[in-house]
């Protein structure tokens, strides 16, 4: 407790620097009221389309590479050194954190919706190929083996015992990454990566709280949309056959 | 006529399932193997189409030494060599049609599997197939939709697709109820004289001592529901 109230004591706050922050939320707030959605139109019009492909297009990138880098990194299905070569990729990759990555590949590419696309795309590679291969590595053995015992060859077996026992994860876990893309794509553009974030970051610098205001409200439209499509689609996937 | 020569199986762990097995099972013929848990039946039977890799030994299943072959040589080989399981091992998430012609994938190239387009003549003796176990209308259903007779009866018309010489069914019957069994049982002996068919066919849960009191072909044709043409004990 006393540790608590030492803690607290040991804030150095700077009062005036508070109280300028509260009126610039509360004109925030007052902004939020009647949001100005016309005058920067155009700009939010082609940040939202720029999030909606650098989205869409890094989550089908990273999800078409990692479905052979985590087939590879299943132990159960690929042989001793591919194994060891996908598993190290996983491991490398999995120590290097994002928004680190994001900064470096706009240090490096410059500032633009392209650095935002491949640190997307790498996160989504992480991601999935892990549990993708965790996925096979709990798979059904006998399936597989079924298909192998008819003569079939690496492919189609893969083909016919492997995916469709991973088909419903591998959905789900793309949509819930699309998901994550879609914030992560906002979020990306305040550091400068392109996209609607990179609109929002402008706004924020010429002060105009109500574009802000637009702008976060159109995320949350485009977020609210998204999610309510998402879950007919991911019920009708589920219940198909393949 | 199916041929095993000093069959040999160590697995990495040690443990020597197979000992030098001989044994000759010639076209027609269903060999019923029995023999105590961990006897090496489930191992015998996957050693003949290289599931497991055997040790050392020879397999010749007409003519062709099935141990010899190179991984190509030995996809071939396997189309002749239909196997059914126990738990099924039917592909739960597609339809009893594509799983019935999942018995065609050693014949048919990969991208015609992949676009799961089979030529007209294999899909139509798969439907025939079905008819012959009663399974035509369920055609369309998903597999995970059956029950455990109904899923055996598709799992013996995906072995038939395939046009084999031999037949190798560890524990078929393991999983169904003692009248379910007999019929799929009588079933795959029909199966095989009709198609004049060699079956090694694994039969679980018989004790030595019960091998002592009843002989050989009795006791197997109490546990099989139909009489098998011979009896083996592994031990
Ligand atoms: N993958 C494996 N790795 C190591 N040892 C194994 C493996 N599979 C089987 N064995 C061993 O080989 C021996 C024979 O096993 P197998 O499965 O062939 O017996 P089984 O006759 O089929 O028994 P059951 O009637 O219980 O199915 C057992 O001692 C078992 O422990
Ligand atoms: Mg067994």
Redesign the interface.
């Known amino acids: 407790m006393l540790y608590l109230i030492a803690a607290f004591a040991s804030i150095d706050v700077n009062w005036s620097w508070v109280y300028e922050g509260l009126d610039r939320g509360w004109k925030f707030i007052v902004a939020f009221a009647n949001p100005d959605f016309t005058s920067r139109a155009t700009d939010i019009k082609e940040g939202l389309i720029e999030n909606a492909v650098i989205t869409i297009v890094s989550t089908v990138v990273g999800i078409a590479v990692s479905i052979p880098i985590g087939l590879g990194a299943a132990r159960n299905i690929s042989a001793l050194p591919v194994y060891l070569v996908c598993r190290a990729i996983v491991a490398i990759s999995r120590s290097l954190n994002g928004i680190v990555v994001a900064i470096l590949l706009v240090a490096i590419l410059g500032f633009g919706p392209l650095a935002s696309f491949l640190t997307l795309s790498f996160a989504t590679i992480v991601f999935l190929s892990k549990l993708l291969a965790e996925e096979i590595e709990d798979m059904d053995k006998v399936q597989a083996e079924a298909i192998r015992a008819t003569g079939g060859s690496w492919l189609q077996r893969f083909d016919y015992g492997v995916f469709p026992q991973i088909v419903p994860r591998l959905i789900g876990l793309s949509i819930y990454r699309l998901d994550i893309n879609f914030r992560e794509s906002a979020v990306l553009g305040l550091v400068g990566a392109g996209g609607i974030g990179a609109t929002l970051n402008t706004a924020f610098d010429r002060y105009e709280f109500d574009t802000a205001a637009a702008i976060l409200l159109m995320i949350t439209a485009q977020l609210w949309c998204w999610n309510t499509s998402r879950v007919s689609s991911a019920r009708r996937c589920n219940d198909g056959d393949l | 006529m199916l041929r095993l020569e000093k069959l040999t199986k160590i697995y990495k762990t040690g443990d020597k399932a197979l000992n030098a097995v001989d044994l000759e099972v010639p076209q027609g013929q269903v060999l019923a193997l029995i023999g105590p848990s961990g006897a090496g039946k489930s191992t015998l039977i996957r050693c003949i ?1 290289r ?1 497991v890799e055997p040790t050392s030994g020879t397999v010749t299943l007409d003519g062709t030494e099935l141990t010899g072959l190179g991984s190509g040589g030995l ?5 002749r ?3 059914i ?1 126990q ?1 099924y ?7 009893v049609m ?1 799983n019935v012609l ?6 048919v190239p ?1 991208w015609r ?2 676009l799961r387009t089979f030529p007209q003549s294999d899909v139509d003796e798969a439907f025939r197939q079905l008819d012959r176990v009663g399974l035509l209308e369920m055609a369309d259903k ?1 597999a995970d939709e059956l029950s455990g007779g109904q899923r055996q009866r598709v799992g013996i018309c ?1 072995v038939l697709i ?1 046009n084999p010489a031999v037949l190798l069914e560890d524990e078929p019957t393991a999983s169904l109820d003692p009248k379910t069994s007999r019929q799929i049982m009588r079933l795959i002996c029909e199966l095989c004289e009709e198609r004049n068919l060699a079956a090694i066919v694994n039969i679980h849960g018989v004790a030595k001592t019960a091998l002592r009191q009843f002989p050989g072909p009795a006791l197997a044709a109490h546990c099989f529901g139909a009489l098998p043409d011979r009896c083996l004990c592994l031990d």
């Open positions: 189409n599931l996809r071939k080989a396997r189309r060599m239909g196997m399981f738990e091992a039917l592909v739960e998430r597609l339809t594509k999942s018995g065609r994938l050693g014949y990969f599997t992949l998903r995906r395939q």
